[in-house]
T-cell receptor, first 109, second 115 residues
Framework: GQNIDQPTEMTATEGAIVQINCTYQTSGFNGLFWYQQHAGEAPTFLSYNVLDGLEEKGRFSSFLSRSKGYSYLLLKELQMKDSASYLCAVTDSNYQLIWGAGTKLIIKP | GAVVSQHPSWVICKSGTSVKIECRSLDFQATTMFWYRQFPKQSLMLMATSNEGSKATYEQGVEKDKFLINHASLTLSTLTVTSAHPEDSSFYIC???????????FGPGTRLTVL
């Protein structure tokens, strides 16, 4: 079966760094996405990885290891507005998006 | 960037009525559109995938006669919830994808409340 695993909830302090991990087992792989979703809103795109390595975009970075079926989203200099759910999603061989359940990130002052 | 709109953003209706939700890609042609449902504190659940001019492909457990999807053009898809019941109350989100890119662009969502 197809499976995406990520922690249910994480807590971090404003100004700190947090890493949200995602492991996946899918039939084929055509890229991994990270989305941010604030409560009551639709997801917004954060990053896309299809090759191994680190992609940096401002305070957010995303890493992929295809051989390990593993990705992480790194958030630096955390701000209160970063409190949200972070969704990991993998595109399988049919270009279908397989979604993780999301990680709720709580930022404390 | 690519913009996807949804209308209405929220709707309240009586049990037994039908509700239509529109999803439009504003500045690109969407070869594929997706409809998701999200219940409180849960992740997105894919309901169906529709390609322009073709019948939608529904996920297991989603009643195609209850959730009618029409993708008549490359910029518009509609989801009609027929004979809505309180358990259909949810956040419905559409997304669109072009043939060129892997990324899905999400609409802002429609919150449906059935009384």
């Amino acid at each position: 079966g197809q499976n995406i695993d990520q922690p249910t909830e994480m807590t971090a302090t404003e100004g700190a760094i947090v890493q949200i991990n995602c492991t996946y087992q899918t039939s084929g792989f055509n890229g991994l996405f990270w989305y941010q979703q604030h409560a009551g809103e639709a997801p917004t795109f954060l990053s896309y990885n299809v090759l191994d390595g680190l992609e940096e975009k401002g305070r957010f970075s995303s890493f992929l290891s295809r051989s390990k079926g593993y990705s992480y989203l790194l958030l630096k200099e955390l701000q209160m507005k970063d409190s949200a759910s972070y969704l990991c999603a993998v595109t399988d061989s049919n270009y279908q998006l397989i979604w993780g359940a999301g990680t709720k990130l709580i930022i404390k002052p | 960037g690519a913009v996807v709109s949804q209308h209405p953003s929220w709707v309240i209706c009586k049990s037994g009525t039908s509700v239509k939700i529109e999803c439009r890609s504003l500045d690109f042609q969407a070869t594929t559109m997706f409809w998701y449902r999200q219940f409180p504190k849960q992740s997105l659940m894919l309901m169906a995938t529709s390609n322009e001019g073709s019948k939608a492909t529904y996920e297991q457990g989603v009643e195609k006669d209850k959730f009618l999807i029409n993708h008549a053009s490359l910029t518009l898809s509609t989801l009609t919830v027929t004979s809505a019941h309180p358990e259909d109350s949810s956040f419905y989100i559409c997304s669109a994808r072009t043939s060129e890119y892997n990324e899905q662009f999400f609409g802002p969502g429609t919150r449906l409340t059935v009384l």
